[in-house]
T-cell receptor, first 113, second 114 residues
Framework: DTEVTQTPKHLVMGMTNKKSLKCEQH?????MYWYKQKAKKPPELMFVYSYEKLSINESVPSRFSPECPNSSLLNLHLHALQPEDSALYLC????????????FGPGTRLTVL | AQSVTQLDSQVPVFEEAPVELRCNYS??????LFWYVQYPNQGLQLLLK??????LVKSINGFEAEFNKSQTSFHLRKPSVHISDTAEYFC????????????FGQGTRLTINP
């Protein structure tokens, strides 16, 4: 099974809302990633978790709060977002100690009103 | 710092014609290269990768890419394209920092015309 699942597929939220994006994988990968992708642009790395610990934060605003409750799950908590945060949010996973494929989920399409 | 340049933002070709999508990288350390494909409204799927060994790598659906260290390139080719190949193609280089950091090129939109 090489599947990464993400929920919800679509999310519309106001600037004062609090919402969460969820990601799950069962490949035994110990690295998990959040990317943000704007239309017609490549994915931009936001966060990397390695062995359930945050290892990379690409200077992401604090209104995005990641969480890795266990080795299979990754959450992204959203609060007080801006309309420019509207994008496709992609989750990915990979092995840690060797360079190899990152497996991507289908993404959550987020619209901030 | 590692970077990737995809020289063509859009490539239109006719069905059954050959295609080449160009990718150049810069890296001062070991190089690990990937091509990912993104179909409309979907996530990214791995097309092929170069980690080590043979410099010519192939995918199951007829694409191939050749790692050329002297020209710092990893161009993607297919001898005969199909309508279903219409997608966005991203070249990426991996920076290993424990967990990996993928640096993507800007992408090439491949459009197949009948």
């Amino acid at each position: 099974d090489t599947e990464v699942t993400q929920t919800p597929k679509h999310l519309v939220m106001g600037m004062t809302n609090k919402k969460s994006l969820k990601c799950e994988q069962h490949m035994g990968h110990r690295a998990m990633y959040w990317y943000k992708q704007k239309a017609k642009k490549p994915p931009e790395l936001m966060f990397v978790y390695s062995y359930e610990k945050l290892s990379i934060n690409e200077s992401v605003p604090s209104r995005f709060s990641p969480e890795c409750p266990n080795s299979s799950l990754l959450n992204l908590h959203l609060h007080a977002l801006q309309p420019e945060d509207s994008a496709l949010y992609l989750c990915a996973s990979s092995q840690v100690l060797v360079v190899d494929t990152q497996y991507f989920g289908p993404g959550t399409r987020l619209t901030v009103l | 710092a590692q970077s990737v340049t995809q020289l063509d933002s859009q490539v239109p070709v006719f069905e059954e014609a050959p295609v080449e999508l160009r990718c150049n990288y810069s890296s001062s350390v070991s190089v690990y290269l990937f091509w990912y494909v993104q179909y409309p409204n979907q996530g990214l799927q791995l097309l092929l990768k170069y980690l080590s060994g043979s410099t010519l790598v192939k995918s199951i659906n007829g694409f191939e890419a050749e790692f050329n260290k002297s020209q710092t390139s990893f161009h993607l080719r297919k001898p005969s394209v199909h309508i279903s190949d219409t997608a966005e193609y991203f070249c990426a280089v991996s920076v290993s920092q424990g967990a990996q950091k993928l640096v993507f090129g800007q992408g090439t939109r491949l459009t197949i015309n009948p």
